[in-house]
């Protein structure tokens, strides 16, 4: 492959790379290698993969390769990708951004990566996440922060920053990440990238390390909504073996990205457009509906009354939930176990207390504090109110619109350890968000301006599997706009 066309494949979205292999302008070797390539060059100074398969993917590269000249390789075999280290992968270390699972191989694959893997993707590695997804910023990892490609002085938003900042670099053309509270939505925000969370249920948790069993959903972040549909397409689905995931149809998200959107109501909540919002921000948003409405959409401001109390729900609820699913980390079965301890009790503590992060800790205390009996009824019972009266504001809103859209974040990325001192305003990142994951509705984040440089985010929300419709909406967006075609480059020779 001569330089011009690496260049040229480097720069390919999910969508074009499955023309360009099936026209075999070139392999899936040697598009894999030119994607190591590029890692071995950048990844030391942004920090995106905790580990890269090199050997793996060479490998799933050749079998694609193999099966495309036989003539049965599937649509998208041969494309690389990579996946947040949250997704347990058969024989390659998981560590969830931790000290705890540093040690932790494991011996089988989630049902996400099984999906990917079987549809013949190529997995070119692990890439880095705030430590057990608990964070804005990527800077709570155990293996170091991730910076922003746009500025490296920036943090790329968390907890998928490391997919963030892969994708964002051209180091993958798509990556898989996961969303509690808006992990997808603000790292998709801060660089230039689409990013969908699905509806709760839509796709299989399992094999997905826990933080909060009852919020946690995987999705994806990739350069255009064409390819999030792809992807969705191919990781969505009923799991037996996830009993929270649901028993529903996949609708076919390419074959509706196109759709007109005259008369669609776009709900436009107040909250999410009062002081707090960077101004230039609001001015960015209101162009970017302004596209909409010329396309026939129909502005109508709403009210979410409960949503300023999302924040404060959330860091009751998934504390509480972390704290019951992290117990399983206790030195004995598997992860971090501390040396030489004295009997099991300074095995217990010792093995916690040096396997698990500060923020970690402090998710831990929360939770088993509002867990605790005396407190349960003043706090966990509280904030589930609270998260029903959210979820209720949504449905009233939905029965006078059809989306509701805004800001996904109120500002551009920030500088690297700018809040980690602050753990209040570290949380009120995911402002915006949050009352998505409560509710458990699908949020998609799309690029809709450049402020200083910078890219910001679209928030759109949608009811309950509506998938289809975010992705419609972010297509047709993307066919009226360039934001998402602006890139940051490493070097700035994209
Ligand atoms: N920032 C939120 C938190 O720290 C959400 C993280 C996420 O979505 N995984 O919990």
């Known amino acids: 492959m001569t330089n011009q066309t690496m260049k040229e494949a480097l ?13 075999k302008d070139f392999s899936s070797v040697e598009l894999t290698q030119a994607y190591l390539d590029r890692i071995g060059q950048h990844n030391t100074e942004l920090n995106a993969y905790v580990t890269v398969t090199n050997e793996q993917a060479l490998a799933q590269a050749a079998a694609a390769d193999k099966a495309r000249t036989a003539g049965t390789a599937a649509t998208y075999a041969g494309i690389p990708f990579a996946h947040k280290d949250i997704f347990c992968t058969t024989g390659v270390r998981t560590a969830c951004g931790s ?14 990566v099984e999906k990917m893997s079987n549809a013949g993707m190529v997995m070119l590695g692990k890439t880095n996440m705030d430590e ?89 972040l990739t350069r255009s909504a064409e390819d999030a549909a792809i992807l969705m397409q191919m990781m969505s689905g009923f799991d037996p073996k996830d009993s929270t995931s649901v028993d529903l149809p996949v609708p076919d998200y390419l074959a509706t990205l196109d759709q007109p959107l005259k008369g669609l109501r776009i709900g436009l909540p107040k909250q999410h457009f009062a002081a707090g919002l960077n101004p230039e921000v609001e001015k960015q948003i209101r162009a970017a509906l302004s596209e909409f409405e010329k396309q026939g959409a129909i502005l109508k401001e709403v009210s979410l009354d409960n949503s300023h109390l999302s924040v404060s729900a959330y860091y009751v609820i998934a504390p509480a939930e972390a704290s019951a699913n992290l117990s399983r980390y206790d030195g004995v079965r598997f992860g971090y176990r501390c040396d030489k301890p004295v009997d099991l009790e300074d095995l217990y503590k010792r093995s916690r207390a040096e396997g698990f992060g500060a923020e970690v800790k402090r998710r831990i205390m929360v939770g088993t504090y509002a867990l605790s009996a005396g407190y349960y009824d003043a706090y966990y019972i509280k904030a589930q109110k609270v998260r029903r009266l959210i979820k209720d504001d949504f449905e009233r809103a939905f029965k006078e619109v ?86 940051p480059g490493v070097d700035g020779s994209n």
């Open 132 to 220: 057990f997804a608990m964070g804005s910023s990527n800077e709570t990892s155990w293996y170091g922060p991730v910076r922003n490609p746009w500025n490296r002085t920036l943090v790329p938003g968390g907890s998928s920053g490391g997919s963030a900042a892969a994708v964002a670099a051209h180091l993958c053309p798509a990556a898989t990440a996961t969303d509690t509270g808006g992990s997808i939505r603000q790292p998709a925000s801060f660089c230039g990238l689409t990013g969908i969370k699905p509806t709760y249920g839509r796709v299989s948790r399992w094999g997905m390390i826990a933080f909060a069993s009852s919020l946690d959903q995987a999705g994806v």
């Open 11 to 23: 720069k390919q979205g999910v969508a074009e790379l499955a023309r360009s292999l099936a026209r």
């Open 402 to 487: 059809d989306v509701i859209m805004g800001p996904t974040s109120p500002h551009t990325a920030f500088p690297l350890g700018s809040k980690t001192k602050d753990p209040v305003t570290m949380y009120l990142e995911d402002i915006y968000t949050i009352a998505v994951n409560l509710a458990g509705l699908p949020g998609l984040s799309v690029p809709a301006g450049l402020i200083n440089g910078l890219p910001i985010g679209l928030q759109i929300v949608g009811r309950d599997f509506s998938e289809a419709q975010l992705l419609n909406l972010a297509h047709r967006f993307q066919q009226a706009t360039d934001w998402h075609t602006r890139t």
């Open 99 to 112: 000290r705890m699972l540093d040690n932790f191989i494991s011996p089988y694959n989630a049902t996400v």
